[in-house]
């Protein structure tokens, strides 16, 4: 497939066209900040997370994100945290720098938490790997790379509790327009408005297993819905396996393991169902968090 054909179809160089442009993240309820920023704080010891995604393996231009994240406190009623994340698809690049802040209100059966986050981006266009179809089209320059810095922010709302959570959140607020190769109209990138509710139930078993289930729904304006059905069940806080449906679009399994109190590794695959499973192999996600727990936790056990 050539690289213009992923252009139109995945980013959208048209005012007319939203497409999906934040990252797809198949092990949303490990990384919640990344799509609300209410959840920073929401954690009971700061946690560092890498995160890497392979998406639609074997598909010429397929999305790969890294991400590094940082949760934590400050105060016991506020948080403060951000992420950094590398996206690239096919020609294009998104560079996100992101800083959030939470305030967590207490009532007597649960806690809610407002956040904002303050976001700098860098949008990029590799022209070395662009082909142009109509070379009449000044929307983009073959061979010619551009790039633009944009601000933006977004808002957020956590409910939770040591037995639900329900959250909702809008990301790029502000809907900045990226203009590359100095271009009028043709060639602006809007960042779309994306919407997240997400809301889940734990469930204890004689306290040695714990059955979480939970949705993600997600939409922008101009743009098919998404919503994931999730189940999740964990064993002693130590090991734990899940799966999720991802309405036409995939099924994915997940696992992961902690070892000693502070490490922890987890890894999902995703199964395509939609038409183009007959063009990859799947994605890949794996995620490395580190707990910072106080000095007076930290056992001598491997797990």
């Known amino acids: 497939m050539k690289i213009y054909i992923l252009i139109l179809i995945i980013l959208g160089l048209t005012i007319t066209v939203n497409a999906q442009q934040l990252p797809q993240i198949s092990q949303r309820t490990t990384d919640v900040m990344v799509y609300n920023p209410a959840y920073v704080g929401a954690t009971e010891n700061p946690e560092i997370i890498l995160h890497h995604r392979s998406q639609w393996v074997g598909f010429t231009g397929a999305p790969t994100t890294q991400l590094l994240s940082y949760n934590g406190k400050v105060k016991g009623n506020m948080g403060l945290g951000g992420y950094i994340v590398n996206d690239i698809t096919g020609p294009s690049r998104r560079i996100t720098f992101n800083a959030n802040y939470a305030y967590h209100l207490e009532f007597d059966n649960f806690k809610l938490s407002l956040g904002i986050a303050a976001t700098v981006m860098q949008y990029g266009l590799d022209g070395n790997n662009i082909t142009i179809k109509d070379q009449t089209d000044v929307s ?104 999720t449906f991802r309405y036409n679009d995939a099924v994915v399994l997940m696992g992961g393991i902690k070892i000693k109190e502070q490490f922890s590794i987890a890894y999902s695959y995703d199964i395509v169902t939609s038409n183009l499973r007959k063009y990859n192999s799947g994605s890949h996600e794996i995620i490395l968090s580190f707990t910072i727990l106080p000095a007076e936790n930290y056992g001598n056990s491997l797990l």
């Open 140 to 243: 983009v320059q073959q061979g010619v790379s551009d790039r633009a810095w944009k601000p933006d922010a977004s808002f957020g709302v956590y409910l939770y509790s040591e037995k639900y959570f329900v959250g909702l959140s809008v990301m790029q607020l502000i809907g900045s327009k990226v203009k590359l190769y100095n271009s009028n109209f043709e060639g602006e990138i809007p960042l779309a408005n994306h919407f997240y509710i997400i809301s889940g139930y734990h469930i204890d078993f004689e306290d040695e297993l714990i059955f979480t289930p939970s949705f993600l729904f997600n939409t922008t304006i101009g743009s098919p819905s998404q919503i994931d059905f999730n189940c999740k069940l964990d064993y002693l806080n130590k090991v734990f396996g899940g799966i």
